[in-house]
């Protein structure tokens, strides 16, 4: 709920209350602490404190160890990889993926599966490796719609969207990304759908669709400020600038960058 309704900031304090008493507290079963500390990891990532996430995910991880719990240490492994491709590492995110994909094969575990080969293909992504990228979302998706969870099958969706887009496919990626926003929105889950609006407005772009995308990212923008998200808002003011270039608004365009650069 913390996560889907942007209530990122209400969530952690809980946590923090809540995982104060755990850790001294005997009688508490190890599979929920660790289940505490992973959702505060995800909840810091959400809020880009990349730090604070991996040190969450580490100790849930530990814990997970320690209650012999497959799915719980594959999920653990699978967040500190996400961790390890923002910092850079990429060597040590794909030995992370690796472990968390056999242990997830193992209990054939269709969500799990899912969640690290959609992450994996970000990866792959990010390593400009577009045929593998789409190939990880693909199998991602799929394995997505045998768990049944619209939510991530939107996210899969516009993954693949974005990977199209990479590739010069932008009729292609803007059906996907079109998919993606319409079953997100009707989940009703701003995070995601702000999410899914700004990879659509970059679309948008390279079609030449200058005012969509201002509308697209314009939205986004008002997302983000429900969510207090400040990156989003340098992210949009960077957005919406180039398509003001392209539609010669260029002063405008040049007070929306002056406005990101502090934020970033």
């Known amino acids: 709920f913390w996560e889907a ?3 990122i900031a209400e969530g952690r304090a809980i946590f923090a209350a809540l995982l104060s008493q755990a850790v001294v507290d005997p009688s508490l079963a190890p599979g929920t602490l ?3 500390l992973s959702w505060d990891g995800t909840l810091a990532w959400v809020q880009s404190d990349f730090a604070g996430a991996y040190q969450r995910h580490e ?3 530990a814990v997970y160890e320690q209650a012999g719990d497959e799915a719980g240490m594959a999920f653990s492994l699978t967040c500190i990889a996400v961790q390890e491709i923002g910092s850079g590492n990429l060597v040590e ?3 992370r993926f690796q472990e968390a ?3 997830y094969q193992r209990q054939g575990n269709a969500w799990g599966l899912g969640f690290v080969q959609v992450n994996r293909g970000l990866l ?3 390593q400009g490796k577009l045929q593998a990228a789409e190939e990880a979302f693909t199998d ?5 719609r045998r768990a049944d969870d619209p939510a991530e099958i939107a996210l899969a969706l516009c993954m693949l969207g974005s990977a199209a887009r990479d590739r010069g496919d932008n009729e ?3 059906r996907l990304l079109d998919e993606g926003t319409a079953l997100v929105r009707q989940l009703n889950m701003p995070y995601r759908l702000a999410y899914a609006l700004y990879l659509r407005g970059f679309v948008s772009q390279a079609r030449g669709e200058h005012v969509a995308a201002l509308h697209d990212f314009g939205e986004t923008l008002g997302l983000c400020r429900g969510l207090g998200d400040t990156l989003g808002y340098a992210q949009c003011f960077e957005g919406m600038a180039l398509s003001l270039v392209a539609l010669e608004f260029a002063e405008r365009a040049t007070r929306l960058l002056a406005a990101a650069e502090p934020i970033r």
């Open 59 to 61: 100790e849930a991880l």
């Open 34 to 36: 660790a289940k505490g």
């Open 124 to 126: 792959a992504q990010r």
């Open 101 to 103: 994909l056999r242990r």
């Open 172 to 174: 292609q990626a803007r």
């Open 140 to 144: 991602g998706l799929t394995h997505y």
């Open 5 to 7: 309704r942007g209530h």
């Open 93 to 95: 995110a794909v030995q």
